[in-house]
């Protein structure tokens, strides 16, 4: 099993999910989310940043997204865009850049999987009961074979598929790892239960 944490804003957090072996991180640009990181951490982190990474955008402008791209220099190549909203194939695909997107039942997604530039796409669990039941959906992952990211609400849900060897399940950093404000306790991250199943898997394998 493959593993991504999202929402990853400081550097000692960062730290301490790669001695955990944590294979994909996440990096949180929405302006409302708990976990957005201030760019200027996002760019000190850069030199630390040595595997697969994103860039989580939800409902920005088309210059927005292009603006922080372009900040990034040649260091956009270290990331996926990941979009959590509702927009057009044409929209994501302006970037011209590799992307996942979070599924969504409303969402144009016949057309979006059709997008030369999608990397992946995104399967929230809460959304279970509707593209479960959805052929034309699952016909276009097979003929494109596209990767699926099945995302859980909670980093304890993932202990519920910790057995599928060939699963890619991400996961955003929760509050009820904060021991202040912004401030992950390290120990509690270190002393999840999902480190030592995890490990028994890949033990097992």
């Not at 001695?19 to 929405?30: A, E, I, N």
């Not at 011209?96 to 979070?102: A, E, I, L, Q, T």
């Not at 060939?166 to 904060?178: A, H, K, M, Q």
């Not at 202040?180 to 995890?198: C, T």
Request: aromatic share 12%; glycine share 4%; hydrophobic share 40%.
């Amino acid at each position: 099993m493959d593993l991504i944490i999202h929402g990853v804003y400081d550097a000692t957090t960062l730290k301490t999910l790669q001695q955990l072996k944590v294979s994909q991180l996440g990096f949180d640009l929405r302006g409302r989310s708990l976990n957005l990181i201030a760019f200027h951490d996002l760019k000190s982190m850069l030199p630390q940043i040595t595997q697969k990474a994103y860039l989580t955008f939800e409902n920005d402008l088309q210059s927005t997204v292009g603006s922080f791209l372009n900040l990034l220099g040649n260091d956009k190549n270290k990331f996926t865009l990941e979009f959590r909203d509702n927009q057009t194939a044409h929209y994501y695909e302006s970037f011209k850049h590799p992307y996942s997107w979070f599924f969504r039942p409303d969402g144009d997604w016949a057309s979006i999987l059709e997008s030369q530039r999608l990397e992946a796409l995104v399967l929230p669990v809460k959304f279970k009961s509707q593209y479960q039941n959805m052929p034309k959906l699952w016909h276009i992952i097979q003929e494109r074979v596209l990767p699926v990211i099945l995302h859980v609400e909670t980093l304890e849900d993932i202990g519920l598929y910790v057995r599928e060897k060939n699963l890619t399940l991400s996961v955003d950093l929760g509050r009820e790892l904060e021991c202040g404000f912004r401030k992950i306790d390290q120990a509690r991250l270190q002393n999840l239960s999902i480190w030592r199943n995890l490990n028994e898997t890949f033990a097992g394998q």
